[in-house]
Structures are given as C-alpha cells and as structure tokens.
C-alpha cells in the first residue's frame, strides 16, 4: 500500500480537486484506493456528493479519538471508512468537529504517528491511499504528512508561489529533524494553467528547472472542474473529454508509474 | 477605531488580496489604518513587499506570547508593529512560529481576548483596523474574529461557495453562544468573477438574494491582481486603472460608508 499527501500551504490551488479525481481515476485502473479528507471543511466528500451534515456519518473524529486499542472505547478503522463512494473508492469522511479532535489527542505522546497506525489496520485492503491535506500548519496536517510516503504539491499561477512549495519542504526537514521521518517529495503539480495569462506561461518553465523530475506536469484552467463539485461529480463523469479530465488522466499515469503500481 | 476580519474558511478566494488593497486604499481616505496578518503563511506583508525570512522582525509571535502585562516578558503593543508600511499604513506581519504560539497561550483563561486586549492598546492611534484572517477554523481565527467589529466574506465562484459563507456564520452563532460575543456579518463579497463563465453569472445574483444589503459588489477576475503580489505592490501603486483597482476602489468606498469612517 502506498499512502500519498496532497498537500500545499496555499489555500485554493487545486488540492481537493486532485485528490478526489486522481483518487476516482486510479481506483479504476490499480486496484482500490482509500481517498482520505483530512481538512476540517469536508470538501472532498462534498466534491463526491457527500454532505458532511449527516453528523452521524462516522469519519475522522472517531478515526483519530477511539484509535488507542486498550481503550474500551476502541473503533476498529474499517468500521469508520464509507465503502464504495464510487467503483473501486472508499472515502474518511471529514467535518469540522476535527478540531475538536485535535484537542482530545493533544496530551498523547504518539499522537502524530496515530492516522500512520490507523492505515495500517486496513493496509491489506488498499493499494493506495490518497489524504487531502488543509492549507494550515497544524496537528491533523502534520499527522497527515507522517502517515504519508510521498506528497505532491499543487501550485497555481500568482503571489509567493515558490514561497508555497519551499515552505513545504522547510516543514518536511523540520519533521525529519525532530520526529525522525517524513514523506519524499513525490511530485510539484502547476494548475490552473491558462496560456494567455503571463504568470501562467512564467510558471511553468520555472517549477519545470527548479524541481526537474519532479516535475508533475500541469493541469490547465478549466470551468469544468470548478462545475463538476457543484454536482457531486468527479471530471470524468462530468466531462470526461474535457481539458480537465484529459489532464487529470495523464497525471494518474504518471503518479502510477512513479509508486510503481501498474 | 473599527476591527475589519477579512475571513472565509475557503482557501484561496481572495482574502489576503482584499485586506492588502482594502486598507492601502482605505489608508489615503480615513485616516490611519492597522493592517493585522493572522495567517501563519505571512502574505500579507510579503504582498507589500515584506519577507518574513527577516525572523528578527517582531510581529504576531510576539503579540501573542508577551502580552501579560504582570508578566516580565510583556512587550508594549506600539513596539511589535511595523510602521508607515505605505503612507498612513502600519502592519503587523506574521510568520509560521504563530503556530508555537498558539501553544504557548492555549493554557490561558482569556486566550480568546488576547489581540483584542493587544488592538485596545494602541487603539488611540487608529481609525480602521483590518485582519487577513487565515482559511482554517483554529486559535489564531478564533482570536482575530473576537477581537473584530465585522466580518466580510470573501466569495469566489466554484465548488460550495455558499456553505462556505453558511460555515463561518454558524461559527459566529457557536462563539455568541459559548464566549458571549461575535462580530457582525458587515459583507459578503463575491470574488474573482469572470462573466464569460456560467458559475461567476450565477454567483452575483445568487448572493445578492440571499444576502441582499449585505451583498458587498464584485471584483472582477483581473490578472493584475495577481501579478501585483509578485513585485510587492497594490493594485493601485501596479495598475492604477485596472479593473481590479476599480473594483477595490469601489469596495473601500463601501466598507467607508458602512463604518461610518467619512
Ligand atoms: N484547473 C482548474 N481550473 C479551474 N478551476 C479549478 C481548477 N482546479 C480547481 N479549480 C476550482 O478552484 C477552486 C479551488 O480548488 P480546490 O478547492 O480544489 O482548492 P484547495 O487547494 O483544495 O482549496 P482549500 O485551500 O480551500 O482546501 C474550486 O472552486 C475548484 O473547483
Ligand atoms: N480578482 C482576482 N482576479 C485574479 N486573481 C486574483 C483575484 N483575487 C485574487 N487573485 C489571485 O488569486 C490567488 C489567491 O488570492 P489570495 O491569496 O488573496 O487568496 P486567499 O483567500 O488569501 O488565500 P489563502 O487561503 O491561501 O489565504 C493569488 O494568486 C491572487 O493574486
Ligand atoms: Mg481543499
Ligand atoms: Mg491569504
């Protein structure tokens, strides 16, 4: 099983957009994938047509606050997962009471290894787990980034770009420093690329220099994927000949070819 | 003096670059403005120019950490802001060890209070108070929205739009409930719109119906916008007539009437 973070310090760049349809793209092709929500907005079970209002639905809360098993309050892992959301795709749903969460584990010495030790409960059953991690530096981000092998890094065109993925990287040497590991740095991803902007052309053949291979490609501008959340669908069930869909495609080949999963 | 939140628990809609030009519009009109970064990415300065690289600069960190005035350590407000960042404009910039000092005040009894306490300090020197105010629901948020008289929303087209404006008033009801007080909803600003696409065109008329008064105008999607950043300047020091100048020129003429500040 491979477990990967799509993760930036930028808010708004496309980490929810590519965690749920690189999750929905490759769960046909490699086997199935665990997309997990690890932001307290809930996004990527709306972007799939998920409302984080059925409270009840069981998610990360639970996932994180009855982890330890000599608790009597002990949930297996696989009890809290949400099978099926599409063929082949199982989802961790998220909703604001994560934060709620973050305080309740906050005194445990293994806190930040306890979303690590939860995926491996369900190890045998996935091939490949993807989190969508929120734009902040806190808790529930950095458990994320622990539980992670790799992470790519979505930046859009405009301010402090480079700021966005060097923070980052700061952050993976910071962990590496004091909790002894962190995730490689799989992939920086340009999106919402379009040709007639400068920035957009500038940037580019910047991050293409600055990082080589691990350069993901680029995801172009396109309405589609901003329409395709509003109904609960991911871009290949929406417009599946569009730019968006085409895009997202070729960085599914690519990130399957990279975690060595065909 | 007024306390303006600039927040959305979206990422990426168009807070940092309201707040910045807002208060470097406001600043020439009403007298002296505040600008207050609470987002530990630090752009607010670094759209003006500012680097946070600079670590010795006192900011945020220490706003929060040596605030008690029975507390050796205490350092007086007027000394931790950075003055006259543009014409009648003082800044106080943030940076990542924001996230350490949440920790260091999460003991506090009147931790919510603290940038309130610490804006009241200077409060003689002000007309408007302005806080860019990060995308995620923590401490930091927490303390901006208690320390401000209103909000205004950002609000971009895409993906679940309105609940993002529905989460931050719910948010507003649980912290009247809990702490006793909340600012003010003063706008909802729709953001980034883009007339040839069919979500900006419906996003004007969607919020002006649900919000009415409350609707604060649109900026339009202007790529100066997001180059302006990139050199350090405002939108009116970059592209003077754009329309994004325009727009924001139309904003800050609105929040003036609304605040009562001419
Ligand atoms: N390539 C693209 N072309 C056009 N719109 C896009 C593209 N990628 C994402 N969007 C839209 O941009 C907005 C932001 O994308 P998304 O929510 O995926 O970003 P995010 O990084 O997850 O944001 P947050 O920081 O709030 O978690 C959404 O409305 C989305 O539909
Ligand atoms: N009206 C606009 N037209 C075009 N680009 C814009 C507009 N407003 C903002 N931008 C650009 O969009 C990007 C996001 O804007 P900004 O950083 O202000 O959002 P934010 O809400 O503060 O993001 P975060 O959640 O990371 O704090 C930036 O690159 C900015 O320059
Ligand atoms: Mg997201
Ligand atoms: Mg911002």
Redesign the interface.
Known sequence: MMVLAIAA?????GK?TTAVNLAAYLADRVGKVLLVDMD??G?AG??LGFTTEGEDRAGMYEMLVFSDPLDPTYRPADELITLNVRDGLDLIPNN?RI?QAELEIAGREDRHMILAERLKEVSDRYQLVIIDV?????LASLLALYAADAVIVPV?????TR?GVE?LRTRLRAMRDRLGYAPALMGVLATMIDRR???SRNLVPDLQEAYGPTYAGHIRRN?HL??A??RGLTIFEYKPRSPGAIDYMALGDWVAERAELV
Chains 1, 2 share one sequence.
Do not use: Y
């Not at 310090?9 to 760049?13: D, L």
């Open positions: 310090e930028k808010g708004g760049v929810t307290s907005q996004q709306m972007f604001p934060a929120g734009p902040t530096v806190n859009a065109p405009g301010a402090a700021a923070g902007e400068r920035l309405v901003a329409e959340p509003e």
